[in-house]
């Protein structure tokens, strides 16, 4: 993965690298150790809180020297023209509402020759129960309906990894890449220790506890009514309760769910 992501970042030795939209700078970190000491990677993110978590962090992980960070818009970013031979930006575009005025400014601070590069989660969000189709096809829906409700009330493309090479042509950029890193989860494979499963179940379901109320505007705005979110709520909690508490009944679950994240490169016309 380091692999593909050092070639579709053009990682070169002594480069000036800006990750918008940065948050506590995870991305921005993991960019600076992909590259070599001499670069320079700077963070910027609108929110105070995120950029001053990022510097501790970064302090704590001995990355100050090449990792810096600044408080700034993604539509107005504080950096001159033509800067950075790098500019990339992590699961950043799905939260916007004008992700192209986001991505022009992305390539107004990358010079001629140099790269912008997405990170961002596509549509697909695979559920599918063998034994239990109509609770999979309730699954599809809701998270069909999610997405339409966030058009629909926010405007935001929620799911945006397969438009980017669209709105990178029309913010002028030019030799398009594209890959996807997909997600699998499958509780039954024998590759991953039952701690490990159990823990990322525990951490999905909290998760989805924390989230599903907040949620259900959004798919009800989608068009799916209030009985039919209450459906779904309560049958993933409860499948998820019971696999949690029965370790045989994990370990043989043919319950497979997947996504897709897409990273898309493309280059400011020299
Ligand atoms: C889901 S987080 C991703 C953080 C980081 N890129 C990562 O992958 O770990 C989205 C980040 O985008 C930032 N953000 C949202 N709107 C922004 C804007 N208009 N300008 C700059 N940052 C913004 C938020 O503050 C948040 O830190």
Known sequence: M??????????????????????????????????????KILGVDSNPKSIKAGIADTERVGLSQVVSFKLGDAYKIPID???????CCRSLLMHLD?????VREMARITKPGGH????????MGIYYDP????????????????????RKLEGKEFRIGEKLPGIFQEAGLVDMKAEILNNVY???DPRRSLNDVKEELRFYLTYFKERMEKDRK??????????KVSMYNSGYVSKIEGLLADDQKLRQDPTISADALYIVSGMKKA
Do not use: H, M
């Open 98 to 102: 004008d992700p192209l005025k986001a």
């Open 131 to 150: 034994n239990d189709k109509r609770f999979s096809r309730l699954s599809d829906q809701v998270w069909e309906a999610q997405l339409r409700g966030i």
């Open 186 to 188: 499958l509780a039954s």
């Open 116 to 123: 912008v590069v997405a990170v961002e989660q596509g549509k």
């Open 218 to 227: 959004y798919v009800v705005a989608g068009g799916l009514s209030n009985a």
């Open 2 to 39: 380091d692999q593909l992501y050092k070639s579709f970042l053009g990682i070169t030795p002594g480069q000036k690298v800006i990750d918008v939209g940065c948050g506590t700078g995870d991305f921005t970190r993991y960019v600076a150790r992909l590259s070599d000491g001499r670069s």
């Open 81 to 87: 023209d033509d800067y950075a031979d790098l500019t």
